[in-house]
């Protein structure tokens, strides 16, 4: 949905570069979600976060880190950045009023050589 | 923590044939999602399943919610080149994040 937003679309990093992955939204929506893709493994949760004060660990957390700036924005860092770590990142949204539908940005491909 | 397994992994049929992905699960689901994901783009919801026996209908697909909310499925008739894609299920666990299958990759020959 171009309502969620995500920048940058694609990057190329060296190992040991600090990365950070921001996303922003104009649904409205309180809840926000940092996914990662890898081939045949489906979407992973790293983080989320039901509002700004309110962040929690998803599966694969370790090695990232994230910081819920306001409503809006979401963003995600990797601290120290290693090869297995290149992956699809993909920020996604929802309302608490719904049934959890998330709704997804377009992604970061980000990849670490 | 509850997983879904989602099969097959890949499927490739010829333009016109059906389509058939399964998701289960070990344990009772309180709900299911579908998202379809095109390729080079990111997932799209399509529907949400809530209730035991559950069936809907959207055009060509069907999705079904097993008595026992334990498996879904999601089916394609006459699948045509549009269909293609990976499609994932999803559930929502107690902390009300979702947790998703591994997903089916539809190619369809044209």
């Known amino acids: 949905d171009a309502d969620v937003t995500q920048t940058p679309r694609n990057r190329i990093t060296k190992t040991g570069k600090r990365i950070m992955l921001e996303c922003s939204q104009t649904?409205?929506?309180?809840?926000m979600y940092w996914y990662r893709q890898d081939p045949g493994l489906g979407l992973r949760l790293i983080y989320y976060s039901f509002d700004v004060k309110d962040i929690n660990k998803g599966e694969i957390s370790d090695g990232y880190s994230v910081s819920r700036q306001a409503q809006a924005k979401f963003s995600l860092s990797l601290e120290s950045a290693i090869p297995n770590q290149t992956a699809l990142y993909f920020c996604a949204t929802s309302d608490r009023q719904s049934t959890d539908t998330q709704y997804f940005g377009p992604g970061t491909r980000l990849t670490v050589l | 923590g509850q997983q879904v397994m989602q099969i097959p992994q890949y499927q490739h049929v010829q333009e016109g044939e059906d389509f058939t992905t399964y998701c289960n699960s070990s344990t009772t689901l309180s709900n299911i999602q579908w998202y379809k994901q095109r390729p080079g783009g990111h997932p799209v919801f399509l529907i949400q399943?809530?209730?035991?026996?559950e069936v809907k209908k959207q055009k060509r697909l069907t999705f079904q919610f097993g008595e026992a909310k334990k498996n879904s499925s999601l089916h394609i008739t006459a699948t045509q080149t549009t269909d293609v894609g990976t499609y994932f299920c999803?559930?929502?666990?107690?902390?009300?994040?979702?947790?998703f299958g591994s997903g089916t990759q539809l190619t369809v020959l044209p």
């Open positions: 999803a559930f929502s666990g107690s902390a009300r994040q979702l947790t």
């Open positions: 649904k409205g929506h309180d809840r």
């Open positions: 399943l809530v209730k035991s026996g």
